[in-house]
């Protein structure tokens, strides 16, 4: 867990990204990647499952692209490229992990498809991932969604489950 240590430290400015998949809604996070959405505590990771670092869900993916899940500004990518970290331009903090114990693959299986700093629309593709390359590693796919400053946002709520597509939101926040 020693990669997410950090994850959002600091947020930079970058360039504006240029077509999207999917329109981004205020205070929702759409699901980034295909698969299905399956509760936090499925998770395969303890960290994670127990929602130490933020309630969130998870995914078991069945698309090898991961997209921005709302307008905002990517804020890490870590070198080993199985992470991204975001903020919403409304003030989500939100860590898309892609498989488990994927630090340790140092970047084999993962094309990351944007930079830190980097402002982006909801549906801008950010990370390609080959899921046969993490299985073959010996990891898990799940991939945990989480929102890492909850206690600052409105009360979260879950509102996907089961198969769903990209851009289907997945949390929204009372107002």
């Known amino acids: 867990m020693v990669c997410i240590m950090g994850f959002f430290d600091k947020l930079f400015g970058g360039k504006a990204a240029s077509e999207t998949k999917f329109s981004g809604q205020k205070m929702t996070v759409m699901l980034p990647i295909d698969g299905k959405v399956i509760p936090l505590e499925q998770l395969p990771d303890e960290t994670f499952a127990s929602a130490i670092l933020g309630p969130g869900c998870g995914v078991e993916p069945t698309g090898d692209t991961v997209y921005a899940p709302f307008d905002g500004t990517v804020t890490q990518v870590p070198e080993s490229l199985h992470a991204v970290g975001m903020m919403s331009d409304d003030g989500i903090e939100l860590l898309i992990h892609v498989g488990m114990d ?3 693959m ?3 299986g993962f094309t990351s498809l944007t930079k830190e700093g980097a402002k982006v629309k909801a549906g ?3 990370l390609k991932v080959d899921l046969e ?3 073959a590693a010996g990891h898990p796919t799940a991939t945990a ?3 890492t400053n909850s206690d600052d946002l409105p009360e979260i709520s879950v509102v996907a489950n089961g198969d769903a597509a990209a851009g289907t939101p997945v949390f929204k926040f009372k107002k």
């Open 145 to 147: 969604l989480i929102v």
């Open 102 to 104: 994927t630090v340790e």
């Open 106 to 108: 140092k970047g084999q």
């Open 124 to 126: 801008t593709p950010l």
């Open 133 to 135: 390359a993490i299985r």
